[in-house]
């Protein structure tokens, strides 16, 4: 599916409620400049119950194949490496939590 409009929190059909998408032009000046390429960059809006999104090494949500890593805390800001229906494989830009990884 398409990221919705930059700016705009997830609606119930996004996998990825508790992440806005930004456009080059939306991000903060210090992240601008780091090399985005192609790719998405992504806000953490959510996880604050929890302190954060929960991350694992891998695709797989199966713990014997993917471990949990880490929590990604709100604020941060990550770009898009790969996405599936379900979940984003991330590099971190700034923020809290571990610089790569996989969230749902």
């Given amino acids: 599916s398409q990221p919705e409009e930059p700016g705009r929190v997830g609606s119930q059909t996004n996998s990825f ?3 806005r998408d930004l456009s080059d032009n939306q991000a903060p000046d210090d992240v601008v400049a780091a090399p985005l390429g192609p790719k ?5 809006v959510g996880g604050m119950k ?8 891998g695709r797989s949500l199966d713990g014997q194949l993917s471990s949990i890593i880490g929590r990604l805390r709100h604020g941060a800001l990550v770009r898009e490496v790969e ?17 790569e ?3 749902s």
Avoid: Q, Y
């Fill in 17 to 19: 409620r508790a992440m």
């Fill in 101 to 103: 990884g996989w969230v």
């Fill in 40 to 44: 998405i960059v992504w806000h953490v």
């Fill in 50 to 57: 929890h302190m954060g999104l929960m991350v694992r090494s």
């Fill in 83 to 99: 996405r599936t229906a379900l979940r984003l494989h991330f590099v971190k830009l700034c923020g809290e939590g571990p610089d």
